[in-house]
Structures are given as C-alpha cells and as structure tokens.
C-alpha cells in the first residue's frame, strides 16, 4: 500500500507509512483530495474578491473625498464674498465658516515647480490629484486635497486658499505653511516677486478689500524668525533680539513670547512695507542648492478683531503665515559647499542641522496629533512651540507642498510626499471661532493669539516702518492693541 500525503496547505491532514507498513492514519476518504482542492481554489478566489473589494471601495473613498473636497471649495468660494450682516455673525449653514467647521482637519495641497519634466514624477492635476512617482523601482501614489501643475499661477493657489484666509474675519485661526525641499519654491508661493505676489501679499489684500465692505476691524501684527532655535523678532525697533518662548495659559495656546514687538496696521500699504522690512532682516545665505535660501523658518501672524456694535463681544480671528526653511539633506547642503571651499560651509551644514531637526520635530508633532497621543511633542522645538496654537484644537491649517520634478531630486521628493500624507491624516476637530468682548488686555481679546508679547515703545529707527497705528502721535501707538474698535 503506497503512502497517501495531502499537502500542509491543503488542511494540514498529513499520512505516511507506519513501521510495519501499515498506515498510521485512516487514509482519506475517496474524493476528499478533490474535495480540498476545489475548497482552496474557492478560497483563493475569495481572498481575490476581498482584496479587489477593499481596493475599490479606497478608491472610491478617496475618489469621494476629492470631490467633497472640491465641492466644499467651490461653495467656500461662491460665499467667500458673502459680507453678513453684523449681527448675523453666527455661522449659518453654507456659509464658508460652516464648511471649514465640518472640514475641520488639516487640508494638504501640492505644487509641482516648474522645471525639466521627468517620467518619474506623474501627476493628476486639481482636487483630489494625485502624484506618482516611481522611486527604486517602486511606485508611489499620492492623493492630496489638491495638486497644481507646474504651470500653475500664483492666483490659481491663492485661490483655492481665500475662503480659509476670509474666515480670519469671522474669528477663525487659520495657519497656512509652505513645506518641501530648498529651491522648490516656498518662498516663491508665499511671497511671490512683486510683479506676480503669491499667498502673503494677496491675502493681505483679501482681508483688507473684505475689511472696507463693512464693519469695524482691527488689525494687528507680529512677524518672528527661528534661525538656528533662536526666536527672533524681525520686526523690533533696534536689531533683531533673541526671544525667550515661555510656557503660557491655555488660553492663549499655552505659549507666550516675551518682548514681541506687536504692530497696530492702519492700512494695507502700511502692512507691506512692514513685511518687506521684515523679510529684508530674515536671515538667507546662498547654499549649493539654492542662491537666496532662506535659512530660517519665518512666521507672520495677524489677528483680526471685529466688532460686533449689537453684540456684546466681536470676533478675534489669527491667520498664521508660514514660510518654513527647505527640508534639503544636510550634506547636499553644507558638503557640496565645503568641497567647493566655501568658508561658511561649517555654518550652512549647522543650519542645515537645525532645521532638520525642526522639520523632524514637526514631523513628530504631527504623528502624535494623528494618532490621536495624549502627549503632542510640541516642546521638541521652538518650531512646533510656535506653531501649537496654530495646530491646537478648533484651528484650521492647510499645508502647502512644494516639489521638485527633477530625478536627482526625487528622493527628496517622495520624503515630503510621504510627510503631507501623514499631515492630511491629522484631525484638529472642528474649526472653532473665537469670541472677544468689546474691550479688554490683548490677552483676553484674542485667546487664540498665540504670539502674545509685552506692550512695547520702540524708538522708529532709519528703515524702521513708518509710523504704524491709528493711534499713532504717542509712544503708546507701537504697543498692542488694548480695545476692540468700538
Ligand atoms: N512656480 C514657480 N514659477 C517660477 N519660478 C519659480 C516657481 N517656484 C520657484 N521658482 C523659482 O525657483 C527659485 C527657488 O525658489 P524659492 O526661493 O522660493 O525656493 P524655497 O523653497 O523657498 O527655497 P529655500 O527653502 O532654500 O528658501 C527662485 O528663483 C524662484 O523664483
């Protein structure tokens, strides 16, 4: 009598000889090989159906989310010219500031730069767009909130950012950041040249164009830099001093940095030239891989307060903006200099370093967010100290992702698609307006305010900007706001 043997995958029944050639187990009835063979088949085609069924319905979940992404755009931008009435500032349903409540997460939106194209880096264009790219012989891809092309304009990004900027104005903390490799345009999209203004300069004239069809506003700024973890305040009155960032009341974003100078901003021409002051202290060095690389991250935050005549408290709005240093590898940035001789190469490496180690701590704040830990990070670096009320519960954030397209870049790439990945999956619950009564310390006024600094009476000194705030003829003109227009 031969030996029988089914096979472990086949059930595990396994039968052979016994000593005296006698089986050791029953052999199997007639037909059961038969029998498990076509029960692993059905088995087989069973988990094909599984697996095709998950893969469709992710498909179709991503598919749906685009479009409820681009819906909810298109209907923010159809209302964002909407002026409601002042007491009729609760957000009714359709309005943008209901739609970024029931968004209430952090939206993610790409930018391809403009360059040599390369089949390595596929896109699919608009909301809900995808980026492919093909990477060590894999292939990735990426679904964002929204992907522009490389021939994308300026306007076309701002665009789809507005409503978000506009709901400021009905006191929403909105924080907007540019995130990516050096040279593949942050800057570029956040401040843009002057004859083609990106995200800044056009929200600006956004808020203010918004500010002059009703209403009483107040608006107030504060401009810093982290270079190398040193706070600094880019727009003090004498040359930029390091900071001390302190634990602060929860109110206020549980941060507070002492001697930031605050400016009252009567007007939008006022408000540029305070900014390009402020740039023109940001600390930018040439690297190997970008001529004018910022070398720092920078943070401009305005708070909006309205005024509500017929209500008792008026509204207080912050929109952060971010222009984060490039995430470019140490050594392509510092090495390539210290091959070429270049006497600061010691420093760029440092830099490089340090803003490495932020963007890791960003990283790191964002995983804890969007596993939901009970413990976020955000004391890993002044970066992610900075920007926690920004990223705090009822605040709205949208990431803006720069990318390269050229090869040597794609490992870079695929990095900083992976981060915006993981940032999209963050929730920061729904988006909250914050209340302000009508008069009060700065403190109270804006809770969510998260630079909150100490009056000041800067000396104006040459190139400072000019005289800022409608109570300007007094020192007491240059300190923060202590009432809301009344
Ligand atoms: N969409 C674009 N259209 C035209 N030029 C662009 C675009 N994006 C970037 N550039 C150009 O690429 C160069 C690098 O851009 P930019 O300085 O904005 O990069 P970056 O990401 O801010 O770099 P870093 O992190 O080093 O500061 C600039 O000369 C800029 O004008």
Redesign the pocket.
């Given at each position: 009598m031969g030996s029988w043997q089914v096979r472990p995958g086949a059930g595990g029944f396994q039968g052979s000889c016994g000593v005296f050639g006698m089986p050791s187990q029953r052999p199997a009835p007639p037909g059961l090989r038969a029998h498990m063979a076509s029960l692993r088949r059905g088995c087989g085609d069973l988990r094909g159906l599984v697996s095709t069924f998950t893969q469709s319905c992710q498909g179709s979940l991503s598919e749906a989310r685009g479009q409820v992404s681009w819906a909810l755009g298109a209907l923010s931008a159809s209302g964002a010219g909407t002026q409601l009435p002042q007491e009729q500032q609760g957000p009714p349903s359709g309005c943008p500031g209901r739609l970024l409540e029931l968004k209430g997460n952090i939206r993610v939106l790409c930018?391809l730069?403009?360059g040599t194209p390369s089949s390595l880096v596929n896109s699919e264009p608009g909301p809900g767009g995808t980026v492919t790219t093909c990477y060590r012989g894999h292939r990735h891809r990426f679904r964002l909130d929204w992907v522009f092309p490389?021939d994308a304009s300026q306007e076309e990004v701002f665009r789809e950012l507005e409503p978000a900027v506009l709901s400021c104005l009905r006191g929403y903390s909105v924080c907007i950041f540019t995130y990516?490799?050096?040279?593949?345009?942050?800057?570029?999209?956040m401040e843009g040249?002057p004859e083609d203004p990106g995200i800044a300069p056009r929200a600006l004239q956004s808020l203010f164009r918004e500010m002059r069809t009703g209403g009483q506003h107040r608006v107030t700024l504060s401009m810093v830099e982290i270079y190398n973890e040193a706070v600094r305040d880019l727009l003090a009155p004498g040359p930029p001093e390091r900071l001390a960032v302190r634990q602060g009341p929860a109110s206020q974003g549980g941060i507070q940095v002492a001697g930031l100078t605050y400016w009252d901003v009567p007007n939008l021409e006022t408000l540029h030239q305070m900014l390009s002051l402020g740039r023109s202290n940001r600390a930018t060095a040439a690297?190997a891989?970008?001529q004018?690389?910022?070398r720092s991250h920078a943070l401009v935050t305005l708070t909006l307060r309205a005024a509500s005549p017929l209500r008792g408290s008026g509204t207080a709005g912050t929109l952060h903006l971010v222009?984060l240093?490039?995430s470019e590898r140490a050594w392509k940035a510092g090495a390539v200099c210290s091959a070429r001789g270049d006497p600061d190469s010691a420093q760029r490496l440092r830099e490089a370093r340090t803003i490495n180690r932020s963007l890791l701590a960003l990283g790191g704040v964002m995983a804890a967010l969007r596993a939901r830990r009970p413990h976020v990070p955000f004391r890993d670096s002044q970066l992610t100290r900075l920007l926690q009320p920004a990223l705090g519960p009822g605040a709205t954030a949208v990431l803006l992702l720069?990318i390269s397209t050229r090869p040597e870049d794609l490992g870079e790439t695929v990095c900083s698609l992976k981060f915006a990945e993981r940032v999209g999956q963050v929730e920061l619950g729904p988006a909250q307006r914050r209340r302000a009564p009508r008069s009060g310390t700065p403190s109270s006024l804006s809770t969510d305010t998260p630079l909150t600094g100490t009056p000041c009476t800067p000396t104006p000194s040459p190139g400072s900007p000019p005289s800022p705030g409608p109570d300007s003829g007094s020192s007491s003109a240059l300190a923060p706001p202590e009432d809301l227009p009344s």
């Open positions: 930018r730069r403009p490389p990516g490799q050096t040279g593949t345009g942050k800057t570029y999209s040249p690297t891989m970008n004018h690389s910022s222009d240093a490039g720069q």
